[in-house]
């Protein structure tokens, strides 16, 4: 049986399980978890984890958070969205559109949290070369949130890692809070109360 409704831009896109396999709104999640804060995401925290946050130079704030498991990179970013639509089929257009203006290539294919990119993302290599890189593109839409995710390293091309890396996904929460923003901005991230908890 095929599938005729039009996969309109505003459809959510989610793992049919997403709330209570994961990622979580913090509605859903466990209060009792020792989860590391930081602001618009918490983290929980696993042994061969490690946590970075990415900052902007001008602004000095945080945009992304950067997680290194697995032999994998996984760079995550919640923004806010509509209650009713989500972002994530609009979005997977803006990314192929831009991988494709560098000379990459990108494939759209179905993955374990729905639909996904594999991109060839082109890079500077060492000694002046140009050389690509495999990334896979992932994203979820929640309750008033969208929580994308670039995936790097092993778990773009090996099962095992991938599947890690898939789980360290979808462990996280993502804090909306409740002030009105515009769809599309940053929730904001923050340094972790404690550091070193990490």
Do not use: C
Request: hydrophobic share 35%.
């Amino acid at each position: 049986m095929t599938d005729t409704t039009p996969a309109g831009a505003a459809d959510k896109s989610a793992p049919d399980d997403r709330p209570t396999g994961g990622p979580f709104d913090e509605s859903e999640a466990n209060p009792v978890r020792p989860y590391i804060d930081l602001g618009g995401i918490k983290v929980l925290p696993r042994d061969g984890l490690n946590l970075r946050l990415e900052v902007e130079e001008q602004t000095k704030r945080i945009v992304a958070v950067g997680l290194d498991y697995a032999g994998s990179t996984l760079q995550v970013q919640p923004f806010a969205a509509p209650r009713s639509s989500g972002l994530w089929h609009e979005t997977r257009e803006q990314i192929r559109g831009q991988i494709r203006q560098q000379g990459g290539r990108v494939e759209e294919r179905e993955g374990p949290l729905g639909p996904e990119l594999l991109a060839e993302v082109p890079v500077a290599a060492a000694g002046g070369g140009a050389g690509t890189r495999l990334a896979r593109f992932v994203g979820v839409d929640g309750p008033r949130w969208f929580l994308r995710g670039v995936i790097g390293g092993a778990a773009t091309s090996d099962v095992e890692s991938a599947a890690k890396v898939e789980e360290l996904f979808r462990s996280l929460v993502v804090v909306r809070g409740g002030s009105p923003m515009p769809p599309r901005d940053l929730i904001p991230l923050r340094m972790p109360a404690t550091p070193g908890s990490a």
